[in-house]
Nanobody, 121 residues
């Protein structure tokens, strides 16, 4: 069993910042890509940012220049620094990771439970 647990969501005013964290735990052999997705009310889940095990990053166009994804492989943790937030960023943010577990050795796509980010004055 492996788990992803997000933290760091909350209420923030427009223009403010938040930092999300996601920690993987369990019988982890290694972790490939890690990423953040979000789902706003009435909308489909969408990719926000991804980071590979070699620290290559990919961002949604709407967050480029404002959000930064990073990871600490020693801590099995991925972060999302969100700056200059606006109400359109309000959503539940989900952590996702492709995790190799052992034994037996296999790859799993794992999702966290989500953390709510509300941007409002």
């Amino acid at each position: 069993q492996v788990h992803l647990v997000e933290s760091g969501g909350g209420l923030v005013q427009p223009g403010g910042s938040l930092r999300l964290s996601c920690v993987a735990s369990g019988s982890i052999f290694s972790i490939d890509d890690m990423g953040w997705y979000r789902q706003a009310p009435g909308k489909e889940r969408e990719l926000v940012a991804k980071i590979t095990s070699r620290l290559r990053t990919n961002y949604a166009d709407s967050v480029k220049g404002r959000f930064t994804i990073s990871r600490d492989n020693a801590k099995n943790t991925v972060y999302l620094q969100m700056n200059t937030l606006n109400p359109e960023n309000t959503a539940v943010y989900y952590c996702n990771a492709n995790i190799w577990v052992s034994p037996p050795v296999k790859s799993l796509a794992v999702w966290g439970q989500g953390t709510l980010v509300t941007v409002s004055s």
